[in-house]
């Protein structure tokens, strides 16, 4: 019986490392319109003449995919409730952020730096702000209160 190492590690010159998950295609907010994110954080990313907030966690079993590894990044917020912990994203998704924050999870920041890399988003023109989002200190391109329900 040969040995297999558990999914998501390689073998690679005698060290395992992890490999994340692969991204899984992102459904249309008509077939999963509500997200559950846990070990989720804030990031503020600077654009020019504005300030877009982002969320990213891992999806949690329970959303329509029940794919607990799949890490998540939303679109911008435009709600966000800090007191039910629940934001509307301009591409009109909810996500509910369950359970405290991820405190930069290993694994959601490494998919966040494949953001980066890819729209070449320098580094100092975001920064992680969930402490702010959580006590209400939201920017302007975000309405604080509760997303509303369709």
Do not use: K
Not at 25 to 51: A, K, M, N
Request: hydrophobic share 40%.
């Amino acid at each position: 019986m040969s040995h297999r190492e558990p999914a998501g590690y390689e073998q690679h010159r005698g060290d395992i490392r992890f490999q994340p998950p692969p991204l899984l295609p992102l459904l249309g907010v008509d077939i999963e319109p509500e997200v559950l994110l846990i070990r989720w954080d804030f990031i503020s990313v600077d654009v020019p003449e504005t300030v877009d907030w982002f969320l990213i966690g891992i999806q949690r079993e329970g959303s329509i995919r029940e794919a607990e590894c799949a890490t998540r990044r939303s679109t911008p917020i435009t709600v966000f409730d800090p007191d039910t912990r629940i934001a509307l994203t301009r591409s009109g998704r909810r996500y509910v952020l369950v359970g405290p924050p991820g405190n930069q999870e290993p694994r959601v920041m490494d998919h966040w730096r494949g953001t980066v890399r890819r729209f070449a988003i320098p580094a100092d023109e975001w920064s992680v702000v969930t402490a702010q989002a959580l006590s209400g200190q939201l920017p302007p391109t975000i309405t604080a209160g509760a997303a509303p329900v369709e």
